[in-house]
């Protein structure tokens, strides 16, 4: 029984893909051994957002190769995708293969004889997905469906479209079940995502929407909890916002790539809408939706940004009433237009600009927390932590701690809110 070891670097997306590798792996007999130990064969699963992750992925190739010298070792993901010739010049390196190739990682490592080092198909050229069986993906209590991948949008800043391919999803009735198949499983919640989620359904025959999808799963009423991943703030219709509104199972939460309140930055970035439609689209939403949780992406130094630039997209944050903030300082990546753009900043500037973000984030995050103390809730229970306290998150994306004596993983439970100083609520248990 050889022993293989799975490292994973990036997004959600790869991590389903590394399961879905684990999963196919155990049913051919092989051994998963952590990525610490030795093993007979080390499959890096790469990310290439930045340069910074490309060499990441380098650095774990020569770190498996020390552990063990006479292990094969694997590149697949996202710098495979878009690199191969990099990676392939590594003599560390037995073998480079592509997101779809990926599939085929068992076949491959059981080819004997000479064979070539680098499988790597023109992603752009693939229009539909693989089977959802190899697309969903449990952490504890939740799990995560992936319904769709791939992205048609181009933004200067991002080289998934090229690692990822053309924008394709799956088909709804399959969705649908593998909802309910999670459901059957004892998941309390299922979360829904892509690589660009809000871009569901335009590619399938008929074209379709996330709307439906989502009206559907209503009517079968499970799971209990159904979270959607990253939404693109131009997919959020107002018929979208009315269906999370009014549903007894979508959890009021958006979590929305922002990435500038500047309109000459976002317009550097090719994202297509500017300062005043985010604001109104954030607005409305809170409006309709009852204790909706906002989340943004924000990119902190991005070429050429100047002081006023960066004081909109502070402005901008401090009106809207979000609740947290994934702060992302820019970083260059070879192969995107950003890469070759004038003004870039100095690595101090962009430093400085994330952790105002950071502390802004900060702050908004506990003012949003203040609004439920003394409310009860019904938070998911996760898991208990190292103190002896039970951990849960919301519908509405709010962590919570609370002491009890038994076992309440995976059960949803009514708390009473008696602190909301901190980085999550303190409550205490209603029997």
Not at 391 to 413: K, M, Q, S
Request: hydrophobic share 40%; net charge neutral; proline share 5%.
């Amino acid at each position: 029984m050889k022993r293989v070891a799975i490292t994973t670097l990036g997004c959600k997306t790869n991590q389903f893909e590394s399961a879905a590798i684990r999963e196919s792996l155990e049913r051919s007999g092989f051994s998963i051994v952590p990525f610490e130990e030795a093993a007979d064969v080390y499959v890096i699963n790469s990310c290439t957002v930045t340069a910074r992750t490309d060499a990441e992925s380098r650095k774990l190739v020569r770190r498996a190769k020390r552990r063990n010298p006479e292990a094969r070792i694997v590149v697949t993901g996202c710098y495979a995708q878009v690199a191969p010739e990099i990676l392939a010049a590594m003599p560390e390196v037995e073998l480079v293969i592509g997101n779809e190739e990926k599939k085929q990682l068992v076949e491959l490592l059981s080819t004997t004889g000479p064979a070539a080092k680098v499988k790597v198909a023109d992603i752009s050229a693939i229009a539909e997905t693989g089977s959802l069986g190899l697309e969903s993906f449990a952490e504890h209590t939740r799990a995560f469906l992936q319904v769709q991948n791939g992205c048609d949008s181009f933004c200067s800043y991002c080289i998934v479209p090229y690692a990822r391919g053309r924008s394709r999803s799956v088909p709804l009735e399959e969705v649908l079940d593998g909802i309910a198949r999670l459901a059957g499983e004892g998941f309390r919640e299922v979360v829904l995502t892509g690589i660009h989620l809000g871009n569901y359904g335009r590619d399938l025959s008929p074209k379709s929407s996330l709307l439906p999808l989502l009206r559907a799963a209503e009517q079968r009423g499970v799971p209990q909890r159904l979270r959607l991943g990253s939404l693109e703030p131009l997919d959020i219709t107002p018929e979208l916002i009315d269906c999370i509104s009014s549903s007894a199972i979508i959890c009021p939460h958006l979590h929305i790539p922002l990435q500038s309140g500047s309109d000459s930055v976002l317009s550097r970035m090719n994202r297509g809408y500017g300062a005043d439609y985010f604001q109104d689209l954030c607005l409305r939403a809170f409006a309709a939706i009852p204790d909706l949780c906002l989340g943004f992406d924000v990119i902190a130094g991005f070429p050429g940004e100047t002081d006023a630039e960066f004081s909109a997209t502070t402005a901008l944050i401090e009106q809207l009433p979000v609740a947290y903030l994934h702060v992302f300082p820019f970083s260059s990546r070879p192969g995107t237009k950003a890469a070759g753009m004038p003004g870039q900043l100095q690595s101090r500037v962009i430093t400085e600009r994330a952790e105002l973000l950071r502390s802004l984030g900060e702050k908004k995050k506990r003012q949003y927390l203040r609004r439920f103390r003394g409310r009860t809730l019904q938070p998911l229970v996760l898991k208990r932590d190292s103190d002896g306290l039970w951990n849960g998150l919301t519908a509405n994306y709010l962590p919570v701690t609370f002491a009890a004596e038994g076992d309440f993983a995976n059960n949803i439970v009514a708390v009473r809110v008696v602190n909301a100083d901190g980085e999550t609520l303190v409550a205490e248990l209603l029997q």
